[in-house]
Structure formats: structure tokens, C-alpha cells
């Protein structure tokens, strides 16, 4: 590995002969030791993250989706995107467009409200959040054109790696078309 290779007291002779700091090379070696954790995680969430069998049958038994179209829900799972969150990440902003919705897939994941981030609820696998994106809102006396977004109405943080598959409002209104 490089970290073996460049750690030995002969390679660290060899870079300061050549005029080169141990120093900077110490920074350097840091960064590359980072970038390989970095990748070594990808990885990770990549194996961690459920096989396309597992998807579908989690897709299937969302009770979102519950007395949906067969059709429909085969167009959807090839239209959903993959995205991967760590713990801790915030994986949507209370007060930000509104313009996806998320299926979760495995993981778990705070429904968090307010300037204090009050937790109010937890949400499991096999749940769908972000769902108020898809829809027209009702504004007042009015309802907003079907471009214009609505705005997150919580905060969601992960509360453990989660694997989520999600839909822009728009292609999700092209499915509904079909």
C-alpha cells in the first residue's frame, strides 16, 4: 500500500536528500491517506446498498405505492435514482424546494422541524418521504402553477447510512401520463 511504501525511514531519507521537506511530504501523505479512506467508504455504501431483487420488492410493498399499476411502478423503478446518505447527513432542508421525493430503501432517518431542529418523528425502510413534492400546493386562494415548488416543510437527517432511491416532480408527472 502507499501508506507501507512511503513511511519507511530509507523513503523518508530518499525525499529529504531530493530536497523535498519530510514535512510536506507528511502533508501529501495525509491527503492520499484520505483519499483512499474516502474511496475505501464508497465502496462500502456501494456493497451496502440493496441488490435491484431487494428494490423492487421493497418498492412493491411501500404502502405509498400501495394499489398502484404495475406498469407504472416498472416505469418508476427504472426512472428512480440512487442517492447514499451517512449517518448524520442531511439529507433535506426545511424551507428548500421542494422538488424530489425520496424512497427509502434501508436505513433510518429524523424527521427534524423548526430553527431548533425538534426531532418529531423517526422514519424506517420501506417508507417514502418528500412526498408533498409531487403534488400541486394550495396557496392561499390559489394553487401554484405546476412549475413553481413548494417549499420542505421538515428537516431530514440520516440516522444511519441509508440507501434511498428518488424521482424529480417532473419525470414523476411524466409517469403519471402513461
Do not use: Y
Not at 54 to 68: N, V, Y
Not at 81 to 88: I, S, V
Not at 122 to 130: D, N, Q, R
Amino acid at each position: 500500500s502507499i501508506i507501507k511504501n512511503r513511511c519507511s525511514k530509507d523513503a523518508l531519507a530518499n525525499e529529504w536528500s531530493s530536497g523535498v521537506p519530510p514535512a510536506r511530504k507528511a502533508t501529501e501523505l495525509k491527503l492520499e491517506m484520505r483519499q483512499e479512506a474516502e474511496e475505501r467508504l464508497l465502496r462500502k455504501q456501494r456493497l451496502d446498498a440493496l441488490t435491484e431483487g431487494e428494490f423492487k420488492a421493497r418498492l412493491l410493498t411501500s404502502p405509498f405505492f400501495a394499489g398502484c399499476d404495475a406498469r407504472f411502478l416498472t416505469r418508476l423503478m427504472i426512472d428512480l435514482e440512487m442517492e447514499l446518505f451517512d449517518e448524520g447527513d442531511i439529507i433535506m432542508e426545511e424551507g428548500q424546494e421542494a422538488d424530489k421525493l425520496f424512497c427509502l430503501m434501508s436505513g433510518e432517518v429524523q424527521v427534524l422541524v423548526g430553527p431548533d431542529r425538534v426531532p418529531v418523528a423517526t422514519i424506517k425502510e420501506g417508507s417514502v418521504f418528500g412526498e408533498m413534492a409531487m403534488f400541486n400546493h394550495h396557496v392561499g386562494d390559489s394553487f401554484m402553477p405546476a412549475d413553481a415548488f413548494a417549499r420542505r416543510s421538515a428537516t431530514i437527517r440520516a440516522l444511519t447510512f441509508c440507501d434511498t432511491r428518488v424521482i424529480n416532480r417532473s419525470r414523476f408527472h411524466c409517469l403519471l401520463k402513461f
